[in-house]
């Protein structure tokens, strides 16, 4: 499937524009056209003709609303990124405030193409406060997400809560589950890909990550997509075809954590996480890897 054209929409509000991946959408989208609306508690890292930038904290609908005329698309991703940096109950009631608020505030301008981050977290693994183990790989849309922190439940919450608006109204809403998003730079000073011995936390996550330019493409692509076919609720992996691990990935599962149920082979490079379903949705597909000076 090919990229779809940019035909609509052209303004787009991103929620969270100052964060690492919201300045990469905003870049993504600047270059491909469009007009931006950056929404954020914080100052902009912007400055661009085509982009404006507006105050926003996360729960006021009306405060987001008002400043969304005009758009017809909006990636939300504002967020706390992690459990640990916040009070438990802080990083539930933000995210998922946060994304209903977003939501509420798109529906109500007459908004129905929608991209969310979601995240690879949700299943579970990453921040589980005792190990828990995929149960197979190739990880794919339909495996069980059993979330035992609250970062974890803050992203199956906004899924469920996407799921609702589908319902309600007519939309499109893309939950991207991305895995760790990263600039290329911290992608080859990562602790895997300099030869370290692996830790628990790359076991986690299966030693995914995406390019920052990858999961700024995808959010373009899920409001395209949508466009020319609209497609509901969809729950779909961000992630780079291969891992950030110099081993093969099967080697280092059977060695590692031999529960987990291989159920193809993974060759050489091959990554542990399904990303078919983003390709045939949305037209997206991984164009950079730590392996390739890109």
């Known amino acids: 499937m090919s990229e779809p054209a ?5 303004r787009v509000c991103v929620t969270g524009s100052s964060g690492l991946l919201g300045h990469a959408v905003v870049a993504e989208l600047l270059a491909a056209g469009y007009e931006v609306v950056g929404a954020d508690r914080l100052p902009p890292r912007t400055e661009h ?12 609908v009306g405060e987001l609303a008002r400043e969304l005329p005009g758009c017809t698309g909006m990636v939300h991703l504002a967020a706390i990124p992690q459990p640990y940096l916040n009070p438990d109950d802080e990083v539930f009631a933000n995210n998922t405030t946060a994304t209903f608020a977003a939501l509420q505030a798109a529906v109500g301008v007459g908004i129905t193409r929608i991209a ?19 149960l197979y790989v190739p990880l794919d849309e339909s495996h069980p997400i059993r979330a035992a922190d609250p970062y974890a439940a803050s992203k199956e919450a906004d899924e469920v809560t996407a799921r609702m608006f589908c319902r309600r109204y007519e939309l499109s809403i893309a939950a991207l589950r991305f895995a760790w998003v990263a600039s290329r730079e911290a992608q ?16 986690r996550n299966l030693w995914a990550y995406v390019d920052d330019r990858d999961a700024a493409r995808a959010c373009r692509l899920a409001l395209e997509a949508a466009e020319q076919r609209p497609y509901g609720f969809a729950a779909m992996h961000i992630v780079a075809a291969d891992s950030l691990a110099r081993e093969p990935l099967g080697d280092l599962i059977a060695r590692d954590a031999p529960e987990i149920e291989i159920r193809r082979d993974l060759g050489q490079t091959g990554g542990a996480w399904a990303i078919d379903r983003a390709e045939s949705l949305i037209g997206w597909r991984p164009a950079h890897s730590w392996r390739h000076l890109h």
């Open 6 to 10: 940019g035909t609509a929409p052209r």
């Open 188 to 203: 080859l000073d990562s602790a895997a890909v300099r030869g370290e011995p692996a830790g628990g936390q790359e076991l």
């Open 116 to 134: 969310i981050a979601s995240s690879i977290s949700a299943y579970g693994m990453a921040f589980a406060p005792a190990e828990l183990r995929a």
């Open 49 to 60: 003709p085509a982009f404006r930038s507006v105050t926003w904290h996360g729960r006021d």
